[in-house]
T-cell receptor
């Protein structure tokens, strides 16, 4: 079966712009969670969506937002980009949620803000 | 203090050596996860365990719930094991993962 697909793989944006990243989960998975990975902070949880509802949120500013569609595909948006937003953004898909079920990561979107 | 701590941060080994990576956590968790990340960024889930020990090929993961400690062992290490190994703990409340800082392993032939 198809894995978790993240698009685009690479992105270069200018400070102040906004960006939208996409994550298509494994078919049948209803939970999608997003993570940011930077050399300084490591992996950090952004938010988790389940059946189109945000169920959990990490400690990130309101510039970071997301949504989930009825087909479970999820998007995350970062507005007013800052240099510090340069990172690898990963999503993970799970049947019901990461806590008690297996999950699969996508390959990530590498965002560079210049 | 991080809620999930890993050691060592960096590890080099000769092919064939036995490797141990440690993870300690301070939060109450339902399970402990071990992840592997190769250069390029892709992350693979290796183990999810809530008690005892799990084995998959040359990889063994153990957890001691009372001591809030887990270890990942690699027997007969190989250069293809070179990667960053990350432990992650989902708190009892909330569907998210708290990550350790990762251990960068390099295995030389």
């Amino acid at each position: 079966k198809a894995g978790v697909t993240q698009t685009p793989r690479y992105l270069i944006k200018t400070r102040g712009q906004q960006v939208t990243l996409s994550c298509s989960p494994i078919s049948g998975h209803r939970s999608v969670s997003w993570y940011q990975q930077t050399p300084g902070q490591g992996l950090q949880f952004l938010f988790e969506y389940f059946s189109e509802t945000q169920r959990n949120k990490g400690n990130f500013p309101g510039r970071f937002s997301g949504r989930q569609f009825s087909n479970s595909r999820s998007e995350m948006n970062v507005s007013t980009l800052e240099l510090g937003d340069s990172a690898l953004y990963l999503c993970a898909s799970s049947l019901e949620g990461i806590t008690n079920y297996g999950y699969t990561f996508g390959s990530g979107t590498r965002l560079t803000v210049v | 203090k991080n809620e999930v701590e890993q050691s060592p941060q960096n590890l080099t080994a000769q092919e064939g050596e036995f490797i141990t990576i440690n993870c300690s956590y301070s939060v109450g968790i339902s399970a402990l996860h071990w992840l592997q990340q190769h250069p390029g960024g892709g992350i693979v889930s290796l183990f999810m365990l809530s008690s005892g020990k799990k084995k998959h090929g040359r990889l063994i993961a153990t957890i001691n719930i009372q001591e809030k400690h887990s270890s990942l062992h690699i027997t007969a290490s190989h250069p293809r094991d070179s990667a960053v190994y990350i432990c992650a703990a989902p708190p009892l409340r909330g569907d998210k993962l708290i990550f350790g800082t990762g251990t960068r392993l390099q295995v030389f032939p």
